[in-house]
T-cell receptor, first 117, second 111 residues
């Protein structure tokens, strides 16, 4: 149980285009999902917290107009990188909390490798 | 806010040896301490966690100890195997709050 999927697993896009990453909780409902960014050999950096049906809460320094987050259902959150640039290339990971489970545990997706050329 | 320090950044051991990774935290209100294993190109996977009302927890070859007075917790892996090679992250959080992660430890187990 508690499986989180991400799609796509990797994507290459041209500079200036937008790319959407999906995060799904497959066997549970997630009222809260998190989006992280990870650079090589570094820790996870929280970008934003999204709650179903409400606007995402962005961490300081994260541009909300560039990283659009939508959490329209209890099983799906999306991250759209708008007008991507090479510096947006990174490993993006989502995680989700079970709506009826522990307030502590979060389940991570497998990550999406974004490369902007 | 919470600050989590993790050491060492790299740990190299021979197969069969034990490995210990240590973390300290700053917020005395933190009461949940998970450990994650991240293999190359994959997302983190929870391997063990401990809550503040427990001093030690064990799951086969993996154990976690917590010292709330000193505000530190450790991951112990016994009888290491090559497949244990990965990056390990500790984290600390207060209920429903956002976890704060350590910087990670790259564990290398040599056959």
């Amino acid at each position: 149980g508690a499986v989180v999927s991400q799609h796509p697993s990797w994507v290459i896009c041209k500079s200036g285009t937008s790319v959407k990453i999906e995060c799904r909780s497959l066997d549970f409902q997630a009222t809260t999902m998190f989006w992280y960014r990870q650079f090589p050999k570094q820790s996870l950096m929280l970008m934003a917290t999204s709650n179903e049906g409400s606007k995402a809460t962005y961490e300081q320094g994260v541009e909300k107009d560039k990283f659009l987050i939508n959490h329209a259902s209890l099983t799906l959150s999306t991250l759209t990188v708008t007008s991507a640039h090479p510096e947006d290339s990174s490993f993006y990971i989502c995680s989700a909390r079970d709506a009826v489970g522990s307030d502590y545990e979060q389940y991570f997706g497998p990550g999406t490798r974004l490369t902007v050329t | 806010g919470e600050n989590v320090e993790q050491h060492p950044s790299t740990l190299s051991v021979q197969e069969g040896d034990s490995a210990v990774i240590k973390c300290t935290y700053s917020d005395s209100a933190s009461n949940y301490f998970p450990w994650y294993k991240q293999e190359l190109g994959k997302g983190p996977q929870l391997i063990i966690d401990i809550r503040s009302n427990v001093g030690e927890k064990k799951d086969q070859r993996i154990a976690v100890t917590l010292n709330k007075t000193a505000k530190h917790f450790s991951l112990h892996i016994t009888e290491t195997q090559p497949e244990d090679s990965a990056v390990y992250f500790c984290a600390a959080l207060v209920r429903s709050y956002i976890p704060t992660f350590g910087r990670g430890t790259s564990l290398i187990v040599h056959p």
